[in-house]
């Protein structure tokens, strides 16, 4: 499974974003995707999810409402759509795959085997 996050870039506060993970190497019938962001000095942190089977969705609190994560089988890839930016936003944005068919879970980062290579996503004036 390769992955392939794409779509970070330098945005203003207030402004989206629309996130994409591609995947190759296989069929994204029943994964778990996720997506995660880093900020320099801190930890790793689940954002959101989706189950590729199903449609089911799981949000980290905080960011739910500004946050959107969907999909598209037929392009084998999923989206993270990021509205209202802020810079606290500002981090590297991964997606990771979960291949094990099971409920999709952003607080357990070791259940995710496949990365991409990251996106940076800076807010600023």
């Known amino acids: 499974v390769q992955l392939q996050a794409s779509g970070g870039g330098l945005v203003q506060p207030g402004g989206s974003l629309r996130l994409s993970c591609v995947a190759s190497?296989?069929?994204?019938?029943?994964?778990?995707i996720a997506w995660f962001r880093q900020a320099p000095g801190q930890d790793r942190e689940g954002l959101s999810c989706i189950n590729t089977n199903d449609g089911y969705t799981d949000y980290l609190d905080s960011v739910k409402g500004r946050f959107t994560i969907s999909k598209d089988n037929a392009k084998n890839t999923v989206y993270l759509q990021i509205d209202n930016l802020k810079p606290e936003d500002t981090a590297v944005y991964y997606c990771?795959?979960?291949?094990?068919?099971?409920?999709?879970?952003?607080?357990?980062?070791?259940?995710?085997?496949?990365w991409g290579q990251g996106t940076l996503v800076t807010v600023s004036s």
């Open positions: 190497g296989v069929t994204l019938d029943y994964y778990a």
């Open positions: 990771a795959a979960d291949p094990r068919r099971r409920r999709c879970n952003i607080r357990e980062i070791v259940r995710y085997d496949y």
